[in-house]
């Protein structure tokens, strides 16, 4: 495996040199066809995706495919905007000169994608380097066996192989695949990961977007409705068996709403799973038997309140709540990436906003109040990659929000234009004339003081309410 890489990218260099990704009816002819993908294989991406981790068909048909189709859509939608060079403010000197910033694609750029939403994680950037004009390369997730086989020998299909190619690889061929340079790579994955693809990356300067994981605070305060917090908290923490980078890792409250919050979280749970949520059909499975191992060592962490239970035959972890969590618990130590929730009680919303500002800063901060006041003051003084009040992962359905981290949760930004911006170099452009050289003069030696005075006046950028152009402007212009 280790050759094909090299054949692939010379093929995709030699594409991309040629120009033929470049013209907008080739990037709409090769996302309608991602579009086709997902339609006539949505009965395969759901399989593949249940085979692999349990996942509940509803959550594979609404995170894999309508998510994906949504940023498909709005980006066919808009494309021919995105794309426009775009004209810019010029200063008195160019003001007969045209100043624009065209959307230059970068290359060849490397996708690698992971295992919890194999399709919708693989797609959306892909969906933004096709638009912004890029040969691909993309690399599924190798955790997930059924989804990896479906992208590598299906999607291929769909998709121009001059400029598109799906590799498959482990962790030693992707250590392999890294020292290839790209011109932007593109990793979703763990921050422990993400630190390599970003050394392997710096040897070639590449520029890198990383999103990553992180221990997502949910505050709870004390005034809310309890039993909408509750339902709203147990969606997001057990979507997708608890799999998300986005999760609502541990809640924040008081020992009072900690109170309220259990039978209101309980009943959540048997609510949405039945009284046997390892027999229901919308509860999924841990991805693994590492992971799966990984994650029942973190329910020695405090006391499971609600659930506890596991099954490793099916890799079953029952939605739990723990309480009683020390900070210092292995739990709080890590990630949870499973459905497992743990509360830490807090005396107040400032004990809360202290706790979370000191740890690293996550993917998302998640605050539920009914007044208004707190929800604020929470996104005031915290920082994450996102953040979204009174609900848990929905923030993430609008393509209009620019989605990422921040420090150790990730860097860089997807979903909608801010997908199709990463994938694009911002070139900045200025085109001239030739004549008027009598203006140029000004700039040339050799210099002195009062050429300096009119290079000053023409091209100065002046602070708003200071005087207005000096005198000698209007020369400038007049020469
Ligand atoms: C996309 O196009 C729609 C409809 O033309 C427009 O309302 C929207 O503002 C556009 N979005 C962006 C980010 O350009
Ligand atoms: C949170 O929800 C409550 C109850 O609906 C509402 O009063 C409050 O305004 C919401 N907070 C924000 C910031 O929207």
């Known amino acids: 495996l280790g050759r094909i890489p090299v054949a692939v990218l010379g093929r995709l260099r030699a594409t991309w040199l040629s120009g033929k990704t470049?013209?907008?009816?080739?990037?709409?002819?090769?996302?309608?066809?991602?579009?086709?993908f997902l339609d006539e294989k949505k009965q395969d991406i759901l399989e593949a995706t249940a085979s692999d981790m349990g996942k509940p068909p509803f959550e594979a048909e609404f995170t894999e495919i309508l998510l994906c189709k949504n940023e498909l859509h709005e980006t066919l939608n808009n494309l021919s905007h995105w794309m426009k060079d775009k004209h810019v403010d010029k200063n008195l000197v160019t003001q007969l000169d045209s100043a624009f910033i065209r959307k230059d694609p970068y290359g060849v750029v490397l996708i690698i994608a992971p295992w919890n939403y194999p399709i919708y994680l693989l797609l959306v950037p892909l969906i933004g380097a096709i638009a912004a004009g890029n040969c691909v390369i993309v690399k599924p997730s190798e955790m997930t066996k059924n989804s990896e086989r479906l992208v590598a020998e299906v999607l291929p299909s769909y998709l121009d192989n001059d400029c598109f190619?799906?590799?498959?690889?482990?962790?030693?061929?992707?250590?392999?695949?890294?020292?290839?340079?790209?011109?932007?790579?593109?990793?979703?994955?763990?921050?422990?990961?993400?630190?390599?693809?970003?050394?392997?990356?710096?040897?070639?300067?590449?520029?890198?977007?990383?999103?990553l994981g992180g221990k997502n605070p949910c505050y709870v305060s004390d005034t809310c409705d309890v039993q909408n917090v509750?339902?709203?908290?147990?969606?997001?923490?057990?979507?997708?068996?608890?799999?998300?980078?986005?999760?609502?890792?541990?809640?924040?409250c008081s020992v009072e709403m900690q109170k309220k919050l259990l039978p209101a979280l309980d009943k959540a749970i048997t609510d949405f799973y039945g009284p046997k949520p390892q027999e229901s059909p919308d509860f999924g499975r841990i991805v693994g038997d590492k992971h799966f191992?990984?994650?029942?060592?973190?329910?020695?962490?405090?006391?499971?309140?609600?659930?506890g239970q596991t099954d490793e035959k099916e890799r079953y972890i029952a939605p739990t709540v723990l309480v009683?969590?020390?900070?210092s618990d292995p739990i709080m130590q890590e990630e949870i990436f499973g459905p497992i929730l743990p509360i830490v009680t807090v005396a107040n919303m400032d004990k809360a906003i202290d706790f979370i500002n000191s740890h690293e800063r996550p993917l998302v901060v998640y605050a539920f109040s009914s007044n208004d006041k707190v929800v604020k003051q929470v996104l005031e003084r915290t920082s994450s990659g996102g953040f979204c009040g009174n609900d848990t992962l929905m923030h993430v359905?609008?393509?209009?929000?620019?989605?990422?981290?921040?420090?150790?949760?990730?860097?860089?930004?997807?979903?909608g234009k801010f997908t199709f911006d990463t994938f694009t170099h911002h070139r900045g452009c200025l085109h001239r004339g030739m004549g008027r050289e009598a203006l140029n003069a000004l700039r040339y030696p050799p210099y002195s003081q009062q050429k300096l005075g009119l290079v000053r006046a023409a091209s100065e950028v002046k602070r708003k309410g200071s005087p207005g152009i000096s005198a000698a402007a209007p020369g400038v212009?007049?020469?």
């Not at 191992?293 to 609600?306: C, E, K, N, Y």
Request: net charge positive.
């Open 397 to 415: 359905t609008l393509t209009s929000l620019p989605f990422g981290g921040i420090g150790n949760s990730g860097l860089g930004m997807q979903h």
């Open 477 to 479: 212009l007049g020469a």
């Open 22 to 36: 470049r013209p907008m009816e080739y990037r709409v002819a090769q996302l309608e066809a991602l579009g086709r």
């Open 293 to 307: 191992q990984r994650v029942q060592t973190l329910l020695r962490s405090g006391r499971a309140v609600i659930g």
């Open 230 to 252: 509750a339902q709203r908290v147990a969606w997001g923490r057990f979507y997708n068996a608890g799999q998300t980078c986005i999760a609502p890792d541990y809640v924040l």
């Open 165 to 211: 190619a799906v590799v498959t690889a482990g962790v030693q061929e992707t250590t392999m695949l890294l020292e290839n340079k790209f011109d932007y790579i593109f990793f979703t994955g763990s921050s422990s990961v993400g630190r390599i693809v970003m050394a392997a990356a710096a040897k070639h300067l590449t520029p890198v977007t990383l999103e």
């Open 324 to 327: 009683d969590v020390q900070p």
